[in-house]
Every structure is written in C-alpha cells, then in structure tokens.
C-alpha cells in the first residue's frame, strides 16, 4: 500500500532566527518578566495597524476582558451587559463574565458568520454598556451599522479581533474602528507570540487604565515600568505621600494578566516576517475561495465585499441544509485523508453548557446553532501550497461524488 505523503496540518507557527537570539539574550540578562522588550511590541503592534496605543497582555481573553473592564472607571457596574454574538470561539463570552458583566446574546447573519445588526437594538436595555463584534474568521463585521447603534445608545464598542490579524473595512484596519481592539496572539494566529493578547485603541487614558488591569489594578501605569528594566529607583513610587508605595496601591480590581519577555521576543519574530505570513495566508485563502464556490450545491463559505479585506484566519466551510451528507462524515473523510478541520464553533448560549445558568433555550439562536452543528474550519497558514490548497479540493471532490454517484 501507498502512504499518502500529504499532510494538511490546520496551524503552524514561524519563530525566527532574531526571536530565538532575543529569546537566549533575554534569559541570559534574567529580566524576563514585562519589561523592555514588551514596550518594543507594543509599540511596533500599535504602528503596524496605524494606531496610537497598544497593551500587551498573557491572552486574547485576557485581551478581551481587560478590554472591557476599562468601563469601571467610565461608570459600569457589575453585572451590567454586553452585547455579543452567539456565536464565536467560547472565550468571547467567558471574557465578558470574566470582567464581571452579563453578555447579552445576538444571533448572526449566517452569510458573513457575524453578528446580524438588524437584532442589536432589540437587545439594548438600560444595563447594556458595550458592543462587543467578532470577525470570525477574520471577515470584518459591519462596523458602520455597529457603531452608529452605538452612538445611538452612547455604547462603547470593543472588537473581538483575536482571529482578524491583517483585516480591512474601508481602508481602515480592523480592531481600530471600535474604542478598543482585541488580539489574539496564540500559536494557529497570523501574528503569534505563543500565547499572549494585544489590546489597542486611540486613547492614552484607556492604555493606562488596561497596565493597571493587566497587573493586579495597582497604580502603577507606565508605558515603561523603570523598576523592571533598569533600576529599582522609580521617581514616582512615593508620589502619593510617605509611607504609600505606589506599586502596592490597588486603584482597581484587577488581573494577572502580563506578557512576559520571551513572548514579546517571538511576537517581535513574527512582526518581522508579518507581510510575507499574510500575503502567504491571503493567497492561500483566496486560491480555496475561488475554486470551493463550484461545491456550492453541498457548502458554502464567505464572501469578500469590495469594501473590504478579509484577514486570513483559515477557510470555513458550511454544509447545506439538504446535502446528503452530515459534517462529521465530512471531518472523518478528511481525518482519514491527513487534512486537520476544526469546529466552526457554537452557539454559545444554547450549545455551550457553561452558559446554561443564563436560561436560554436550544432555538434561540437558529443561525448560530445551525452553524454550530454544520460548520468546520480548515488552516491556511504559511507553510501550505497551492500543492496542498490542490489537494484539499480533491479531496472535497471525492467526498462529494462518494455521496452523489
Ligand atoms: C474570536 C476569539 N476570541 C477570543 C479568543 C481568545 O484568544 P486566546 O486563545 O489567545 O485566549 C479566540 C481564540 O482564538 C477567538 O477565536
């Protein structure tokens, strides 16, 4: 017997020659924990995506979360809500509890996968504090429609951007249309600094807020911790009065929540090789987008609008209602064919039991649950070919014709 010799991994992960000679600087100097080489991140993250100010953080939930914790000092309460999609990866709605909020659940536009901005409204209520949009699969989500309900109804609007690295809505990046942006930073991720999150927005009160949150809710909020790089003498450190030592006041509660060096040098890695990773992912999820649309009988996937480009998370394919075939029998034809899928995720209010104590009931969220039971992601990353782009659609060929002779 022949062993297919192709291999379609669903993520991969480039760490560069200059990472890895940071990486051993950095344990050789013993200074690992946030310092120097996080500023560096943060400030050349911020430059990438044309934005002023970028909080470098150990997640994207994380990212999300202290995101969102910002509004305590803008009047939130606990418990007040947050509008979110139904469907996304699970940590956009643990990040909302996470911060202490309630997330309100809307149903998504089965086409784009995002949230459906016709149903927003009907979710405000006088607790609701925040919009929270994910462009999954890193398909912007309609921004404009977004953030005009939220002017309406004085919201701030925070973007899930965890999967949206390199997207554009009318010219603009993603994740800088909102007040705050949310990055992830994990491994399968087009920028990655193993594990870690990036929070950016335009305004410095908002950064400054987010470096207390990320270390415990202390006073401390410079961009450059001096303590941690340099010396132990910080000018500021007594500057609330004798016997107040400003990194053991807690202004705010908080998290733990820091990115350490290392990860600031892998994420630095990446930065450096940024263009060639999302031209490499945009070719490739561009290639299956065009040559998918003739399964569109059995599947279907996004679409790019001129107004925009989509950052190239992976490819997700849904299966048609109808089709002869279930998505399991899908994802194990594609196991036994070496080519790794994920779940396109759930409907977390209805499919993710965690959240069952919020009472919503199976069929709440139709389009969301119709996505969760029928949706699958397969990677585009870097290190894929137009050989193995090839071969995946052969694949889905002989899939279909196995159904349909
Ligand atoms: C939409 C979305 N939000 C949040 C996250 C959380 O990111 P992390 O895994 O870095 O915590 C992810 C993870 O990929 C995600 O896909």
Redesign the pocket.
């Known amino acids: 017997m022949i062993r297919n010799p192709m291999k379609v991994a669903f993520g991969t992960m480039t760490v560069t020659k200059k990472s890895k000679d940071m990486v051993r600087r950095i344990l050789d100097s013993g200074r690992v924990s946030c310092g120097y080489y996080v500023r560096e991140f943060e400030k050349r993250f911020a430059r990438l995506i044309a934005t002023r100010q970028a909080v470098a953080v150990s997640?994207?939930?994380d990212a999300?979360a202290l995101a969102l914790a910002i509004f305590y000092d803008f009047g939130a309460k606990r418990n007040d809500e947050v509008i979110v999609p139904a469907l996304?990866?699970v940590?956009?709605g643990n990040a909302v509890l996470q911060a202490g909020f309630k997330p309100v659940f809307v149903d998504i536009d089965p086409k784009t996968l995002n949230i459906d901005t016709d149903l927003i409204e009907r979710a405000v209520t006088k607790k609701t504090r925040a919009i929270m949009p994910?462009h999954?699969m890193g398909k912007p989500a309609a921004m404009d429609e977004i953030n005009h309900i939220a002017r309406k109804h004085q919201l701030f609007v925070v973007e899930?951007a965890?999967?949206a690295h390199g997207a554009m809505y009318k010219g603009r990046h993603v994740g800088t249309l909102g007040d705050l942006g949310a990055f992830?930073?994990?491994v399968a991720?087009i920028i990655t600094s193993i594990?870690g999150?990036m929070v950016v927005t335009e305004r410095k009160d908002f950064a400054e807020i987010l470096r207390s949150l990320r270390s415990h809710g202390r006073a401390c909020k410079c961009e450059q911790c001096v303590v941690n790089i340099a010396s132990a003498s910080c000018p500021k450190r007594f500057q609330y009065g004798a016997g107040e030592d400003m990194r053991f006041l807690f202004e705010r509660i908080g998290f733990s929540a820091k990115m350490n060096e290392i990860e600031a040098a892998v994420g630095l890695g990446n930065l450096g090789i940024y263009k060639k990773i999302l031209e490499r992912r945009r070719r490739n999820l561009l290639y299956l987008m065009k040559r998918f649309k003739k399964n569109e009988e059995f599947f279907y996937s996004i679409e790019e609008e001129s107004y925009e480009k989509i950052g190239p998370h992976a490819f997700p394919v849904v299966v048609r209602r109808g089709a002869p075939f279930r998505r399991q029998d899908l994802v194990c034809f594609l196991t036994q064919n070496n080519i790794d899928s994920r779940s396109l995720f759930s409907s977390m209010p209805t499919q993710c039991s965690g959240f069952s104590f919020l009472g919503h009931r199976y069929g709440d969220f139709p389009a969301a649950e119709y996505i969760g039971e029928n949706g699958l992601h397969i990677g585009v990353h870097q290190d894929l070919g137009v050989k193995h782009l090839d071969y995946i659609l052969a694949t889905f060929t002989k899939f279909i014709k196995k159904f349909t002779k």
Request: no cysteine; glycine share 10%.
């Open positions: 997640s994207g939930t999300d996304s990866f940590a956009t994910v999954l899930d965890a999967e992830s930073l994990y991720h594990e999150g």
